[in-house]
């Protein structure tokens, strides 16, 4: 690659904004944190769907809840410890018409399949409302004394009816799945493609519960309405409407007699949609703090039996397993009333058409079989009544799902986030050359007034290695983060500049100690960095960073799947990956932030080859972990509270007698006869 | 509490019995409700029968009211039935998760070996719950029994012929429409496995999003992710349209089956066998009938289920403890004297080791596995392969290692801190009335607390991931300190500090533990350095012993495992 020497020239400027982001870390935040967070939420999405649906359902909005909502059960638990992250932003949640409008604007390109599905099942419907008239008019066959083979007729029609509702209702249900599952596979993929874009910034304010939570819970939980909800739902609403339409015009005093448990049952769902919503939520909340309780302990089992903890964690899981039971027998009970009260709708309606039925037959305006066909009409009413109304709450918890997905998938196309070049041209004579790295009187703060970078100016030379030290929280992962663009300063510039603008791939590659192996074949997770890249370009990859020889010692080879659910890789391994990645992705400027301090020692010095071969022909910022590591750097820049306080070789700065020199000896003293 | 083998049959069988007052009560009234729902149709067969056909007012007034009585009872035996069935569903589930918990943090240990946590919560959580569930499922059979019988006779009683065209039809109906479903649950479950890979997908992306922004790699992931989601719909598309298949065919052949029904009840109430009402009953009930065999099915997939999970649970409660619980006891009190004889395990030799009490000690390995070995055998998270490991010349083997860990901490590398506050962390396990500070000051934790806006009341969220890498780890080392055990192994504890604060944590440590033995299994000079002596772990057996200062100028394996 020949990025250095190129002859378009162009550079980005990070402009300033005022992020407030409670990092209660000050200046390192937790990285791997999340991964186990995703493992749970994985782990919990696979074993949901073993279930039966509803508890799937149900399991779903729990892991919807559990990242959201265990802050709140915190509070509850221990109301003298506020969280940091307390103060979170979530993202956002779309509101009631922008879901709405966000909606009909996918359905729009499928009219023509929402107007089908409709017609066919509205067909469907008054097709199978034949059924009772046919079994009336039998009954006023018998009731007339007809000879028996006038009732051949009338079952053979009974017969056709069933089968052209069978037909119908086929075809309606799947043109009403397939509108469903297209919107939706439309929609999770234009979250995917949004959420992926959020700037990091915002994602880390959100936490990245919130975004796992939604794309696992938040999507199974709107697919499982999609899948059933829907379909049942407008069956129902159809066959209540019709039935009542029907009851009409057999007598349009059945249908008021039928409307009669209409003002109970309207009432009885309002009642338990109010009740519902605040102890489903209570529950939910519940169950995810049981649920973060039982992660707590039994991943911390071996820590818990280390310090005698036992009795208190067992203490701990059964208050708060108790109280998801409570919870949860609330809403049992609170959805039994709910179920009487129906009961009584029930009753009253069916008391009302079958008084209508005696007193019409009695004045002789109907027939005893009309009578009949009502009261039946009435009774076929009760299944689809009851499920339209037991699914208003799948319809809601679908809603806010919803809401929750078309809130990030309604979110502007990321603007150029601060470190990806802007296509402008500079027309200056003095553009620093390419590689160049120029930091400028930055500052940042996390929280407003509480700084922790104080006026840095830096440059890094095209090719330049320099190695960041200083104490923990002197600021060092907050400068690099700001030079890979992670976060906007709040002061001051940075400015990179690159040979090609509009070439491909990114200007600076950010690799932190955080690891992650995306779940799949090994080839495909290195293909992230490089889509094009050969396989002669991957094993070319991870021979530069001795990954090689135990990558095709993989069962199968480079085909191999690893992460989630596949062969475990070391702490070690997934690092190299990492910097294999990085060189595929062959930026001109790497941000290294101790990328090589979870391997333990041994690791770390195979992981410090790995890494120089990596940034090879790179402008190179590494924040250090070992001095033996800033030692062979170009240069070395001293941070402490907040500022560079030494910059310079290694030996001009032992020579310096400064802080670094301090460092060194702090360091060498205890590795005092090393042979170096 | 018992670890005594447990099968499958045993956790089902225990967690039904465990509830079977509520069970008998649960299933009691559900047949209430199943018999109350099954006379509905009848009497609304006998209202049309004796008063719309009659006329007749008091008749009507008569058989409203029994649909009333009728009424009452159903609603009140559903409510207070299934609320019943839910209690012992849930109560089954809630004992069944405390005894896994209680499993799992037993002293012996063993149930978590092989496990991923994630699994196991999710066997205390999902399976707990489906295993519970099948009390309901018990209840749920039991009335569906029950509603059937009722029909059943009613439909007997009105006329035989129709009774059994109703009572062989349903069963034969039902059979068919299983018959449908087979191929369709067989897609149903490969679009499900396709829909959870993609969700699967998508969570994995989202999970390594800072590594995909870090080289730039989102449009990547967008197009996999896309990928996936595609071929996903194709497969949920396929068994949509198979299920709406199969939702009409039920659709017309109970169509089909009512209109037999109505054919042979109405040729037998014209011929005078049964009477108008009992026509109208007979069709009624042969749509009731179907939802207790319904019933029937789901009852039978909820039992698999909870049969499956059963099994998995008896197998986290019936893994045998790791290692034995001793009867015998440490003299009081303990002095710390550490020495192992003759101890292989896990790819260590022969390993012959004496810690005087009081004594700080450095062990360095040249392999992580070696001290990872050393360290199972001394919190006796395993007993060696062969050798024994004595403290105050008690053989480990003999006690209880609930007790022993009274005596001695193994504070490891990658320990969890818990929910609560950084003092509650520190504090967990420090006698009554203990002052955390010197602790926190020796870990170099004082400094996390004066950086933090409400210091030592500072909330951790579980498993401590609020909290940096490093800062997580001194929050540790400092709880290992503060619990002040008669002997303490710390094991790599500051492997996430700058230079700077480990060089300040090193006396710090020694001076805390003046007068208590200590181990220091690390690879860290700036610790190894502050040790009595250090002993080098290489190659599975011990190849030197001395100070730390003098290791490093005689030995190379030492000066590669310690300096970089």
Known sequence: MTRGSGTEKAETTTTTEDPQMPDPAGADTPDTARDREADAAQNQEADAIRGRETNAARDQEMGTARSRETGAARDRETDAAQAPEGARELLPVATPARTRAVVRRLLRPHRGLLLGGFVVMVGATTVGLLTQPLLGYMVDLVTEHRPVDALTLPAVFLVLVAVAQGITTALGLSLISQLGETVLAHLRERFVERALGLPLEQLEKAGSGDLTARITGDVSLVAGAVRSALPELVRSVLAIVLTLGALAVLDWRFMLAALLAVPIQAHTARWYVRRAASIYAEQRIATGAQQQQLLDTIGGASTVRAFRLEEGHTELVTRRSWSAVELTMRGVRLMLRFYSRLHLGEYIGLAAVLVVGFLLVRSGSTSIGTATAAALYFHSLFTPINSALVLIDDAQSAGASLARLVGVADQPVAEETAATVAAEQPRGSVVPPAGAVTVAGLGHAYEPGRPVLHDIDLTLRPGERVALVGASGAGKTTLAKLIAGIHRPTTGSVRLSVADPHGSGRTVALVTQEVHVFAGPLADDLRLARPDATDDDLCEALTQVDALTWAEALPDGLGTVVGEGGHRLTPTQAQQLALARLILADPPIAVLDEATAEAGSTGARLLEKATDRAIEGRTALIVAHRLTQAATADRIVVMDDGRIVESGGHGELCAAGGPYAALWEAWSDTRSTAPH | ?564
């Not at chain 2, 401590?464 to 503060?482: C, D, E, F």
């Not at chain 2, 208590?516 to 350095?529: D, G």
Request: hydrophobic share 50%.
């Open chain 2, 1 to 564: 509490m018992g670890v005594a083998a447990s099968s499958g049959r045993d956790v089902l069988r225990r967690a039904v019995r465990g509830q079977r007052r509520d069970v008998a009560l649960g299933s009691l009234l559900g047949a209430g409700h199943q018999a109350g729902e099954a006379l509905v149709p009848v009497l609304i067969g006998v209202v049309i029968d004796q008063a719309v056909a009659k006329g007749e007012v008091s008749a009507l007034l008569l058989w409203l009211a029994v649909l009333a009585a009728v009424y009452v009872g159903l609603s009140f035996s559903f409510r207070f039935g299934a609320r019943a069935g839910e209690r012992a569903a849930e109560q089954a589930a809630h004992v069944l998760r405390v005894e896994l918990v209680r499993r799992v943090l037993h002293p012996g240990g063993g149930a978590e070996n092989g496990r991923l946590p994630g699994a196991l919560t999710t066997i205390a959580t999902e399976d707990a719950k489906r295993v519970g569930a099948v009390n309901l499922a018990v209840m749920f059979g039991i009335s569906a029994i029950v509603g059937l019988l009722v029909g059943a006779v009613v439909l007997l009683w009105i006329s035989l012929t129709l009774g059994l065209i109703v009572l062989l039809g349903t069963p034969v109906l039902l059979w068919l429409g299983h018959l449908l479903s087979k191929p369709l649950e067989r897609r149903s479950e490969a679009e499900q496995e396709r829909a959870a890979h993609a969700s699967g997908v998508a969570a994995d992306l989202v999970a390594g999003l800072r590594v995909l922004k870090g080289i730039g790699a989102e449009e990547a992931a967008v197009d996999r992710y896309r990928r996936t989601s595609r071929g996903s719909l194709v497969a949920t598309l396929r068994a949509a349209r198979a299920e709406a298949l199969q939702n009409g065919m039920v659709l017309a052949l109970t169509g089909c089956f009512i209109a037999v029904v109505a054919l042979v009840g109405g040729r037998l109430a014209v011929q005078g066998d049964i009477s108008l009402g009992q026509l109208v009953s007979a069709v009624g009930l042969a749509l009731f009938l179907l939802g207790p065999l319904e019933v029937f099915a789901w009852v039978n997939a909820d039992l698999a289920q909870g049969r499956a999970s059963a099994a998995r649970i008896a197998g986290v409660l019936a893994t045998p403890p790791a290692v034995t619980i001793g009867g015998g006891r440490l003299p009081q009190p303990v002095r710390g004297e550490v020495r192992l004889r003759g101890v292989s395990h896990d790819g260590l030799h022969e390993i012959d080791l004496d810690v005087a009490p009081g004594e700080l000690l450095g062990v360095a390995a040249t392999d992580p596995a070696d001290a990872a070995a050393l360290l199972r055998c001394l919190s006796r998270q395993a007993d060696p392969e062969s050798g024994v490991v004595e403290l105050d010349g008690v053989s480990l083997r003999e006690l209880d290692p609930a007790d022993l860990r009274l005596a001695v901490l193994v504070a490891e590398h990658d320990a969890d801190l818990f929910e609560g506050t950084l003092w509650g962390n520190v504090g967990a396990a420090a006698p009554e009335s203990a002052d955390p500070e010197p602790a926190m000051v020796a870990a170099g934790a004082d400094e996390i607390v004066r950086a933090m806006p409400r210091g030592g009341d500072t909330a951790v969220s579980g498993r401590g991931h609020s909290l940096s890498g490093g800062q997580r780890q001194r929050v540790a080392l400092a709880r290992a300190l503060a619990a002040d055990r008669a002997v303490l192994v710390v094991h790599d504890p500051t492997t996430a500090v700058d230079g700077v604060t480990e060089a300040r944590i090193a006396p710090g440590i020694r001076e805390i533990r003046r007068g208590r033995t200590t181990i220091l299994v690390t690879t860290s000079p700036a610790l190894l350095a502050v040790a009595d002596r250090v002993v080098l772990l290489d190659g599975g057996r011990i190849t030197d012993t001395a100070p730390h200062a003098d290791l490093v100028r005689r030995h190379a394996a030492y000066r590669t495992a310690v300096l970089a």
